[in-house]
């Protein structure tokens, strides 16, 4: 069985601004020598603090920014030496949730529109009502009525603008879904919310999920396997219960040991 | 809605603007008296019931040529700000969408090169350059409107590049032309307009400077800034000569930059966000 | 040492908090919990006396025999930072980008008259490195942005307790910072407590945070009280409902062994909440009596403002 997707020796460095005018340039390998791989319809979590460079992966991944070294691969295909227009078929297969639910939405744009947009770039000639037909039933999917078509986002709360991003994701039926911090800007009672239907969608469509968090126990909860980031790198990875049970690096193990547990 | 009306610079910004636009409309079918007409025996006439704001040192009608003026004012507004906005929003976008690289920096030092010149100045310059008139003085106007526009179009448009739904809209496929148009035109915009109306009463208060040098509107094309300049020579004998194509030009930029605050205020999304 | 008694603040027609009263002893640390919305920042804010303007307080904030609500600003700024210190979530913008911490930490001591240039100086050197920052000497003439995340938000502790404040307000002090950074801050403060004795008010959405730090907790939703008591307790046996859905809504192991039932519906906008208990539709006990009467405090192993409070265990 190959993986839904595959990464191998992936390297992505920034150069910062120098100290002052004349001040040298300094590098910052924010994704250093990663691979991973993820077999379909399965969840890996991706754990780490600030700057461990979870994000920078994510959108490695998703083909966002280029990786500078290393490559990526999508149910087999070499995928991260693609052209930007020969890797948008790639694009409806995979697509991405972000932490922000505030910014993750165009503000200017109606529900509609915003979660037709993959469909309408997939799909020019569809008719209207076909494609208000498949809004609301993805929004359905995801828990929001037909009430949300013609609103825009500002009249959303947080929990329900992620429900609304969820749906943009999920239009073009996508394999792998990854999902950046969805849950880190929420409340905690909406938090539950948005992980089960996570779980949900997973079970539903048979999806691949890479769930990316700073909070293990949300990434205990959703990942069947998990991966635990520091300074660029992978330090640990393997099965969720394995990991949390029996933690080999000592990173791994400080950060469960500093897990906020309620203690009661 | 409700919002506007109760904000009080936008409101009367709105009015007074509102007022020198139908000012302007109305001088295309009627005006108190021919603004052209000159009449001998009424010359430098203080205000009456025949000539409601007098009239010149040729007899001509006052309250006629303002209104006329006006048409003049609008209509080197309208272009000069046209241009500014185009071209500074193409120039903008070409260089926040080349964010980083030599083009953006060609650019962006270009413009600042054109925007280290004070507006009437440099339009003085392109003036003396390509002749006198009207045209010649409403594109250099134009021109020198580009950077502004065009600053503050790569800075918001950067801004807004930044955001997630641009990196949405990528994921869904969205090309270039298709995040340009969409997402980052439509969300700076407001920002644009705001700009436009205080860039109108720039452009008007540089055509009136223009005219009132000889540089701009010529005779008998009436202008704010060449009556004020003709009304120089008489301005011991009869000060509302000045005064009013004077006060036409403080109340025409005063009207679009309060237009300009106000709508800085109401297109602001998060105070919209608050009143929602 | 501070009693709050019917606290409730308006902004125009919206009553952000509502008839809120609770007490904090010397060296006493109560958890305000809550999810946004509830009214617990602007709490806060009430203490220190700095509501954003258009809000009002009303009720009663009493301090070492002063009533907060009633003094002038000039009286409480003598209040505000000498007996009352205070910590905020962002410590970027609580912290002056101009300033020296060291500066920052003596300029108030010399303001509130404790001590002279000199011995603020020395003082804030004491501090630095009593909150962890390491080589104080150094840190004493650091600028904020030339510290981390961590020891900004250590150094703004050191600020807040400059003065030696009885009470010591903060709000969300670790929710930005990594954890292994939250777990290290926890500590300072529970050791800054039991060496000065100072109370505190602690504000946060995590009841994790609260159960490893507060003495006593008070859960807010939508403006109003819903359950107060000792933290142990009532995390142990929360008798109302939405105590115990928070507690529910944190994960625990994973999904397919221990399934989350999160409460429905969305965090309350407070200019739609019913007469009668914030929490009704979201409840799953909610009725007709909820919707309409507003539940008055039910005593028992803790407080609970429910008309169907679970019995005490």
New interface residues.
């Given amino acids: 069985m190959t993986a839904i997707i595959a990464a191998r020796n992936l390297v992505r460095a920034y150069r910062l601004p120098g100290e002052g005018l004349l001040g040298r340039r300094r590098r910052l390998v924010a994704v250093d020598d990663v691979s991973l791989e993820l077999d379909e319809g399965k969840t890996l979590g991706i754990v780490g603090e600030s700057g461990s460079g979870k994000s920078t992966l994510a959108r490695l991944l998703v083909g966002l920014e280029r990786p500078d070294r290393g490559t990526i691969a999508f149910d087999g295909a070499t995928i991260s030496n693609l052209p930007e227009r020969a890797l948008r078929p790639y694009r409806r297969a995979m697509q991405m949730v972000f932490q922000d639910p505030f910014g993750s939405l165009d503000p200017r744009m109606r529900v509609i529109d915003s979660v037709a947009e993959p469909l309408d770039i997939a799909l020019p000639g569809l008719d209207r009502d076909a494609r208000e037909a498949r809004v609301a039933a993805t929004l359905a999917e995801v828990g929001l009525g037909t009430s949300a078509l013609r609103r825009y986002p500002h009249q959303f709360s947080g929990g329900q603008r992620q429900r609304i991003a969820i749906a943009r994701a999920l239009i073009t039926g996508p394999r792998l879904l990854v999902a950046d911090e969805p849950v880190s800007a929420l409340d905690v009672s909406i938090q539950a919310q948005i992980l089960n239907l996570l779980v949900d969608l997973k079970l539903a469509r048979g999806l691949s999920i890479i769930f990316i968090s700073h909070n293990l126990g949300v990434i205990r909860y959703l990942s069947d396997h998990v991966a635990v980031m520091l300074r660029g790198r992978i330090v640990e990875t393997g099965p969720t219960e394995r990991v949390f049970g029996a933690p080999e690096h000592p990173y791994t193990r400080a950060l469960i040991a500093a897990m906020p547990v309620l203690e009661r | 809605m409700m919002r506007a009306l109760r904000h009080p610079s936008f409101l009367v910004g709105a009015v007074l603007s509102a007022l020198i636009v139908a000012l302007a409309l109305v001088s295309l079918v009627w005006t108190p008296a021919d603004p052209g007409r000159m009449n001998i025996l009424a010359r430098l006439r203080p205000p009456s019931a025949e000539f409601w704001l007098g009239t010149d040192q040729f007899g001509r009608d006052i309250a006629s040529m303002l209104m006329v003026g006006a048409r003049n004012a609008l209509t080197v507004g309208l272009v000069a700000v046209g241009i500014g906005l185009v071209l500074g929003l193409a120039l903008g976008l070409l260089a926040a969408r080349a964010d980083g690289t030599i083009l953006d920096a060609a650019i962006m030092r270009l413009l600042d090169f054109v925007f280290a010149f004070p507006i009437v100045l440099s339009a003085i310059l392109i003036v003396t350059l390509l002749g006198p008139g009207l045209v010649e003085a409403v594109v250099a106007i134009g021109l020198f409107n580009v950077p502004v526009f065009a600053r503050l179009a790569r800075g918001a448009a950067l801004q807004v590049m930044r955001r997630d739904y641009i990196r949405a809209a990528r994921l869904a496929g969205a090309g270039p032309a298709r995040i340009l148009l969409r997402h980052v035109v439509p969300n700076i915009a407001g920002l644009m307009i705001v700009q436009a109306s205080v860039q109108f009463a720039v452009a008007i208060l540089a055509e009136a400077s223009l005219s009132y040098l000889g540089l701009g509107t010529q005779p008998p094309a009436p202008s704010w800034g060449r009556m004020l300049s003709d009304a120089q020579t008489f301005m011991a004998r009869q000060p509302f000569l000045a005064i009013f194509p004077g006060a036409a030009i403080a109340l025409a930029v005063l009207a679009f930059n309060l237009l300009g605050d106000g709508l800085r205020d109401l297109l602001d999304p998060r105070l919209r966000e608050r009143g929602a | 040492m501070i009693i709050v008694e019917n606290l409730s603040i308006r902004l125009g027609e919206l009553e952000i908090v509502r008839g809120l009263s609770f007490t904090l002893a010397p060296g006493e640390v109560l958890g305000l919990v809550g ?2 919305g509830s009214g617990k920042s602007m709490t806060a804010l009430a203490v220190l006396g700095l509501l954003p303007p258009g809000m009002r307080a009303s009720g009663s904030i009493r301090f070492e025999g002063q009533d907060l609500l009633r003094l002038s600003e000039r009286e409480l700024r003598a209040v505000r930072g000498r007996r009352i210190g205070m910590v905020f979530q962002e410590p970027m913008t609580a912290l002056n980008p101009v300033m020296t911490i060291g500066a920052q930490i003596a300029e108030g001591v010399i303001r509130h008259g404790l001590a002279d240039a000199a011995g603020a100086s020395k003082r804030a050197l004491r501090l630095i490195a009593r909150v962890g920052l390491p080589d104080p000497a150094a840190r004493l003439h650091a600028y904020p942005h030339e510290l981390s ?1 961590g020891q900004r938000q250590r150094a703004l502790i050191a600020l807040a307790i400059a003065c030696r404040p009885a009470l010591l307000v903060a709000d969300e002090p670790t929710s930005a910072l ?3 950074v ?2 290290e801050l926890l500590a300072l403060l529970r050791e800054i407590r039991d060496e000065t004795g100072m109370a505190m008010l602690f504000i946060t ?5 609260v ?2 730090l507060a003495d006593r907790t008070l859960v807010l939703y939508g403006g109003r009280a819903m359950e107060t008591g000792a933290t ?1 307790a009532l ?2 046996a929360p008798r109302h409902p939405y105590t115990h ?11 397919h062994a ?7 519906g ?2 309350p906008e407070l200019d739609r909440l019913p007469p009668g208990c914030p929490f009704f539709g ?1 409840c799953p006990k909610g009725d007709a009596l909820c919707r309409d009467v507003p539940p008055p405090p039910v005593p028992g192993a803790s407080i609970a403002w429910c008309h169907r409070p679970e019995a005490a265990p």
Wanted: avoid cysteine.
């Fill in positions: 999810e946004s995340g990594d954890v292994t939250q777990a959405h995590d009841l994790a945070v159960s490893r142990r995390l142990a859905g928070l507690l529910a809504a944190i994960p625990r192991g994973n999904a221990n399934p989350l039932r999160p409460m429905p969305q965090v979201r």
